[in-house]
């Protein structure tokens, strides 16, 4: 094995603290530790400690255990705590509890909290911290509120990260007025900020859009992270264009721009065909060096241009990425699938795989509908079964809705309803709504008329009507039903596109011929 040499050059400020701690007689590899940023290097200093015979002193284990963590190797911290931590104290528990939690393992996150209890060791604010972080993203509030009363119990002055934390696991759980009363009560002698952050992003998430709003008006001082809050309360509410006014202002008021509020902004542009604010997004990261190209800026410019409709262009970003993760490889091959070239979907599955990337399901629902829209019914099916039984992955509504809708298509209804029986779920109007809709095409009057009555309970809304009267009308059935329609007196929602030009944003309605601009779009048309 190799071993990291100390006789590396160091930059000046590493070196004081290396002759520091050698005077302290603190090992030299324990003091290298601290300046590892990739795996092979904690793992050349892993080795160096073992055959110094130094990996069981204190606390050299749990500063090992420390450094896999920060290089993001989860497994390797869990096997030198479980191996080389003799009596862990909460420093080294805190370290694991964290490093699970940051690898999406918070459920074992809490069995070591519990452990650390048993073990008659006292949590700090740190273990609390990171333990609330674990309850919120398992939507434990009992487990969350457990804790919440081990902190009362034991004194500890909820200080700004555990009161953020707190507020973050009741909001999660949707117990928004339980996360309002923290802050009320913490905001009386302290106004910071990052509670306040947290209660925005809690409301956001509730879709409490007016409540998120009136907490952002009233605070004096903000920062980056509160605006980020609002941007992405916004995307994830569906009001794009407040994002992109929101993003504006952060501009405007010269507010420093941060990974989250980028990634945001270009989705909104995305869901928009807002391709020139995307556009100057993409120049303004060119140009500043603070801004690191990550996996996730990246992705988010290739879904937005390909969103926006600039599929070659999209494609040669993605082409330029040095790392790509699942996210990535999900977002460009659905972006052709949108755009009707099923091939390129198949090719770029097998280039993933090839990658050693791990399909998820946003992945087949993609690839699905593909198939779908190019009419390939047995390709469809193949995907669907290597789903299931490759890769071991729990079809969703969604997969079930596109398998329906892709046998539906080609009229195999008797095959489409069977798969509907076999779902683990009930059905929902969509899905329902694919078969009706093959139904519809293929005149197939027996299967439409009992599942038009299931949807009609499912979702009365005036375009199942609608779209139902074609079949009726063609099976000698339409006057009951056109009765129904003008008892109900229903009127149908118009389909709306919206596109941006210099700037500008224009909508515009089906058959629209009241729109200041028809007159130009019509001509354009008709060529």
Same mark, same amino acid.
């Given at each position: 094995?190799?071993?990291?040499s100390?006789?590396?050059?160091?930059?000046?400020?590493?070196?004081?603290?290396l002759?520091?701690?050698?005077?302290?007689?603190?090992?030299?590899?324990v003091?290298?530790?601290?300046?590892?940023?990739?795996?092979?290097?904690?793992?050349?200093?892993?080795?160096?400690?073992?055959?110094?015979?130094?990996?069981?002193?204190?606390?050299?284990?749990?500063?090992?255990?420390?450094?896999?963590?920060?290089?993001?190797?989860?497994?390797?911290?869990?096997?030198v705590?479980?191996?080389?931590?003799?009596s862990?104290?909460?420093? #080294?528990?805190?370290?694991?509890?964290?490093g699970?939690?940051?690898?999406?393992?918070s459920?074992?996150?809490?069995?070591?909290?519990?452990?650390?209890?048993?073990?008659?060791?006292?949590?700090?604010?740190?273990?609390?911290?990171?333990?609330?972080?674990?309850?919120?993203?398992?939507?434990?509030?009992?487990?969350?509120? *457990?804790?919440?009363?081990?902190?009362?119990?034991?004194?500890? $002055?909820?200080?700004?990260?555990?009161?953020?934390?707190?507020?973050?696991?009741? =909001?999660?759980?949707?117990?928004?007025?339980?996360?309002k009363?923290?802050?009320?009560?913490?905001?009386?002698?302290?106004?910071?900020?990052c509670?306040? +952050?947290? @209660?925005?992003?809690?409301?956001?998430?509730?879709? @409490?859009?007016?409540e998120?709003?009136?907490?952002?008006?009233?605070m004096?001082?903000?920062?980056?992270?509160?605006?980020?809050?609002?941007?992405?309360?916004?995307?994830?509410?569906?009001?794009?264009? &407040?994002?992109?006014?929101?993003?504006?202002?952060?501009?405007?008021?010269?507010?420093?721009?941060? !990974?989250?509020?980028?990634?945001?902004?270009?989705?909104?542009?995305? $869901?928009?065909?807002?391709? &020139?604010?995307?556009?100057?997004i993409?120049?303004?990261?060119? +140009?500043?060096?603070?801004?690191? @190209?990550?996996v996730?800026?990246?992705?988010?410019l290739v879904d937005?241009?390909?969103?926006?409709?600039?599929? &070659?262009? =999209?494609?040669?970003?993605?082409q330029?990425?040095?790392?790509?993760?699942?996210?990535?490889?999900?977002?460009?091959?659905s972006?052709? #699938?949108?755009?009707?070239?099923?091939?390129?979907?198949?090719?770029?599955?097998? !280039?993933?795989?090839?990658?050693?990337?791990?399909? +998820?399901?946003?992945?087949?629902?993609?690839?699905?509908?593909? %198939?779908?829209?190019?009419?390939?019914?047995?390709?469809?099916?193949?995907?669907?079964?290597? @789903?299931?039984? !490759?890769?071991?992955?729990?079809?969703?509504?969604?997969?079930f809705? %596109?398998?329906?809708?892709?046998?539906?298509?080609?009229?195999?209804?008797?095959?489409?309803?069977?798969?509907?029986?076999?779902?683990?779920?009930?059905?929902?109007?969509?899905?329902?709504?694919?078969?009706?809709n093959?139904?519809?095409?293929?005149?197939?009057?027996?299967?439409?008329?009992?599942?038009f009555?299931?949807?009609?309970?499912?979702?009365p809304?005036?375009?199942?009507y609608?779209?139902?009267?074609?079949?009726?009308?063609? +099976?000698g059935?339409?006057?009951?039903?056109?009765?129904?329609?003008?008892?109900?007196?229903?009127?149908?929602? %118009?389909?709306?596109?919206?596109? *941006?030009?210099?700037?500008?944003?224009y909508?515009?309605?089906?058959s629209?011929?009241?729109?200041?601009?028809?007159?130009?779009?019509?001509?354009?048309?008709?060529?």
């Amino acid at each position: 094995m190799a071993f990291a040499s100390t006789s590396v050059r160091l930059p000046e400020q590493n070196c004081i603290e290396l002759q520091r701690g050698k005077r302290n007689r603190i090992p030299s590899s324990v003091l290298l530790l601290q300046m590892c940023r990739e795996n092979k290097e904690v793992k050349q200093l892993h080795g160096q400690l073992i055959l110094n015979g130094l990996i069981h002193r204190s606390p050299n284990a749990a500063r090992l255990v420390e450094s896999y963590v920060r290089v993001s190797e989860t497994a390797d911290a869990l096997l030198v705590f479980e191996a080389s931590v003799q009596s862990p104290d909460t420093f #080294a528990y805190n370290v694991m509890i964290r490093g699970l939690n940051l690898s999406k393992r918070s459920m074992e996150s809490l069995f070591l909290y519990e452990r650390l209890l048993s073990n008659g060791l006292l949590p700090d604010s740190h273990t609390y911290t990171f333990v609330l972080k674990a309850c919120s993203h398992l939507k434990a509030v009992l487990e969350g509120k *457990q804790v919440h009363a081990q902190i009362i119990k034991n004194g500890i $002055e909820p200080n700004i990260h555990i009161c953020s934390s707190l507020i973050s696991m009741y =909001s999660y759980a949707g117990n928004v007025e339980s996360a309002k009363q923290v802050l009320d009560e913490f905001s009386v002698h302290n106004n910071a900020i990052c509670p306040f +952050n947290s @209660m925005i992003t809690g409301y956001m998430n509730e879709g @409490m859009v007016e409540e998120a709003v009136e907490i952002f008006n009233t605070m004096v001082n903000k920062d980056t992270t509160t605006w980020s809050a609002m941007l992405s309360g916004y995307v994830k509410n569906g009001m794009h264009e &407040d994002a992109l006014v929101t993003f504006r202002k952060m501009m405007s008021y010269k507010i420093p721009l941060n !990974e989250p509020s980028l990634v945001c902004t270009l989705s909104a542009c995305g $869901e928009l065909g807002a391709l &020139d604010q995307g556009r100057w997004i993409h120049k303004y990261i060119m +140009n500043k060096r603070e801004i690191v @190209m990550s996996v996730n800026v990246g992705t988010a410019l290739v879904d937005m241009y390909g969103k926006c409709g600039c599929i &070659d262009f =999209s494609y040669q970003l993605f082409q330029k990425m040095p790392k790509r993760d699942v996210v990535t490889w999900g977002v460009i091959i659905s972006s052709f #699938a949108t755009h009707g070239q099923a091939k390129k979907c198949f090719q770029l599955f097998d !280039e993933m795989i090839d990658s050693g990337v791990e399909p +998820n399901g946003v992945i087949f629902v993609a690839l699905l509908s593909a %198939c779908s829209h190019a009419g390939l019914i047995e390709k469809g099916c193949q995907y669907f079964y290597q @789903m299931v039984h !490759e890769f071991g992955i729990r079809p969703s509504i969604e997969h079930f809705g %596109c398998m329906v809708d892709l046998l539906g298509r080609a009229g195999r209804l008797a095959e489409a309803e069977q798969l509907i029986l076999s779902m683990p779920e009930e059905p929902n109007s969509v899905i329902l709504g694919a078969l009706f809709n093959a139904c519809r095409i293929h005149n197939d009057i027996e299967r439409g008329r009992p599942l038009f009555k299931k949807l009609t309970n499912l979702e009365p809304s005036p375009d199942r009507y609608k779209l139902a009267a074609s079949l009726f009308a063609n +099976n000698g059935e339409d006057y009951e039903f056109r009765k129904l329609l003008k008892d109900k007196s229903l009127e149908s929602r %118009c389909g709306l596109s919206s596109i *941006q030009v210099d700037g500008v944003d224009y909508e515009f309605m089906v058959s629209d011929i009241a729109n200041d601009r028809a007159q130009d779009v019509y001509g354009t048309l008709e060529g």
